[in-house]
């Protein structure tokens, strides 16, 4: 069963512009984790996010996560061509076990 | 960096044939899992190992079976493909709690069963 689920399905954004990606959940969780996938290619891990995180950077990107809302989002700013992937969130599944759930991604194009 | 090496990016195979799909880590990782992805359903579990020669069920495994006979090798076998089984395979490895660390993956297998 899906455990995260993505939004929106798809973005399109010029370069330069910042992209933000959207992940909600459906039961609690110990980590959220964010990937990206060029086409065609394997996933590629971008950051983790404990449940006790409010926001965690990395390089360019922004990630927060609302426990509450069970929510989580990942920006990226000041977009580039290259960031142009399909991005995933993943959340541990449910009663801890130690395996992940994908959601469905979202695919973002950046246009130059 | 750590590694994980898919045996083939591309292959094509027959109705009822017996399929291995192999992947290598390089890096002593404990857990390796294989997903399958299809367009409109995600990343699916088929099957993940913690520990040598053992393995444990995911979503779907039905018509897969995996051996894991060294920590570095976790091999995926479609018993007697069927056209419903092709798709992108990809395996992965993670060391560690879940809580710490993320998924190594490989670049992929696209198995196109004909």
């Known amino acids: 069963s899906q455990q995260g689920e993505e939004d929106p399905q798809a973005l399109s954004i010029q370069e330069g512009e910042n992209a933000t990606m959207n992940c909600s959940y459906k039961t609690s969780i110990n980590n959220l984790q964010w990937y990206r996938q060029n086409s065609g290619r394997g996933l590629v891990h971008l950051i983790l996010?404990?449940?006790?995180?409010r926001e965690k950077h990395s390089g360019r990107l922004r990630v927060t996560l609302d426990t509450s809302k069970k929510s989580s989002s990942l920006l990226i700013t000041a977009s580039r061509a290259a960031d142009t992937a399909s991005y995933f969130c993943a959340t541990d599944a449910p009663q801890g076990a130690q395996k992940l759930v994908f959601g469905q991604g979202t695919r973002l194009t950046i246009n130059p | 960096d750590v590694k994980v090496t898919q045996s083939s990016r591309y292959l094509v195979k027959r109705t009822g044939e017996k399929v291995f799909l192999e992947c290598v880590q390089d890096m002593d990782h404990e857990n390796m899992f294989w997903y399958r992805q299809d367009p409109g359903l995600g990343l699916r579990l088929i099957y993940f190992?913690?520990?040598?020669?053992?393995?444990e069920k995911g979503d779907i495994p039905e018509g897969y079976s995996v051996s894991r006979e060294k920590k570095e090798r976790f091999s995926l076998i479609l018993e007697s493909a069927s056209t419903n089984q092709t798709s992108m395979y990809l395996c992965?490895?993670?060391?560690?709690?879940?809580?710490?660390?993320?998924?190594?993956f490989g670049s992929g297998t696209r198995l196109t069963v004909v």
């Open positions: 996010i404990r449940s006790n995180e």
């Open positions: 190992s913690y520990d040598v020669k053992m393995k």
């Open positions: 992965a490895s993670r060391t560690g709690a879940l809580t710490y660390y993320g998924y190594t």
